[in-house]
C-alpha cells in the first residue's frame, strides 16, 4: 500500500472538544483503514472505507473517504478522555498494511 | 472466543542472540501477519503467513524468518540480534478471504536488545 501523510502528528485537546486528523495520499487508493492504539496498547481496528465519498459514521466518530480517493478524515465530536491514544490510517489490503506515524491524541481535563 | 496471543509478553536479550517470538491466532483465522513497532512509529510488515507459507514479505532482511504451523499458530525468529531490533512485535490474524480486511492484533512482544 502508499503511505500517507497524517496530519497532525500530535494533538491536544480539552475534554469535550472536537478533534479531526487527516490523511492524504499523492495517488488513488483502493481503500483506507483507520485504527486506534491506546498507549500501551496494540491497534485496535476501527473501520475501513472502500468507497468514494464514503461517511460512516460510529456514535462520536465520522469516517469520510474523499471523492477522488486520495484523502480521509476522522472527526471526534465532544472527545472524552478514553479517546486518548494514537490513530493510524493504514492502506494496502491482503493483510499487507502500510502505517505512517499516526495522530496522537491526548485529551485533558 | 480468545483473541490473538502472543508470547512472550517482554523479553530482554544480548546482541548477536537469537529470539523467537509465538502468536496463536483468533479462533477461525488462517492468515498470521508479523509487524514491528519501534517506539513513537507505526507498525511495519515484516511477513504474512498463509497455508504455513510465506506469502508476503517487507523489507526486512533474512534474519528475520518465521514459521506457520499446521493449526495456524506462527513463529518469529530474529538472528544476530542487533541494538536497532529492539520494539514491540505484533501478531496480527485474519481471514484469507475476509470480508472487510479488517486485521486483529495481538498484545505483542515487548523486546529488548542491550
Known amino acids: 500500500g502508499q503511505q500517507v501523510m497524517q496530519i497532525p502528528q500530535y494533538q491536544h485537546v480539552q475534554e469535550g472538544e472536537d478533534f479531526t486528523t487527516y490523511c492524504n495520499s499523492s495517488?488513488?487508493?483502493?481503500?483506507i483503514q483507520w485504527y486506534k492504539q491506546r498507549p500501551g496498547g496494540h491497534p485496535v481496528f476501527l473501520i475501513q472505507l472502500v468507497k468514494s465519498g464514503e461517511v460512516k459514521k460510529q456514535k462520536r466518530l465520522t469516517f469520510q473517504f474523499g471523492e477522488a480517493k486520495k484523502n480521509s478524515s476522522l472527526h471526534i465530536t465532544a472527545t472524552q478522555t478514553t479517546d486518548v491514544g494514537t490513530y493510524f490510517c493504514?492502506?494496502?489490503?491482503?493483510?499487507?498494511?502500510?502505517f505512517g506515524t499516526g495522530t496522537q491524541l491526548k485529551v485533558e481535563l | 472466543d480468545a483473541g490473538v496471543t502472543q508470547s512472550p509478553t517482554h523479553l530482554i536479550k544480548t546482541r548477536g542472540q537469537q529470539v523467537t517470538l509465538r502468536c496463536s491466532p483468533k479462533s477461525g483465522h488462517d492468515t498470521v501477519s508479523w509487524y514491528q513497532q519501534a517506539l513513537g512509529q507505526g507498525p511495519q510488515f515484516i511477513f504474512q503467513y498463509y497455508e504455513e507459507e510465506e506469502r508476503q514479505r517487507g523489507n526486512f532482511p533474512d534474519r528475520f524468518s518465521g514459521h506457520q504451523f499446521p493449526n495456524y499458530s506462527s513463529e518469529l525468529n530474529v538472528n544476530a540480534l542487533l541494538l536497532g531490533d529492539s520494539a514491540l512485535y505484533l501478531c496480527?490474524?485474519?481471514?484469507?478471504?475476509?470480508?472487510?480486511?479488517?486485521?486483529?492484533f495481538g498484545e505483542g512482544s515487548r523486546l529488548t536488545v542491550l
Open positions: 496480527a490474524s485474519s481471514l484469507r478471504q475476509g470480508a472487510n480486511g479488517e486485521l486483529f
Open positions: 495517488t488513488t487508493l483502493s481503500n
Open positions: 493504514p492502506t494496502g489490503g491482503g493483510n499487507k498494511l502500510t
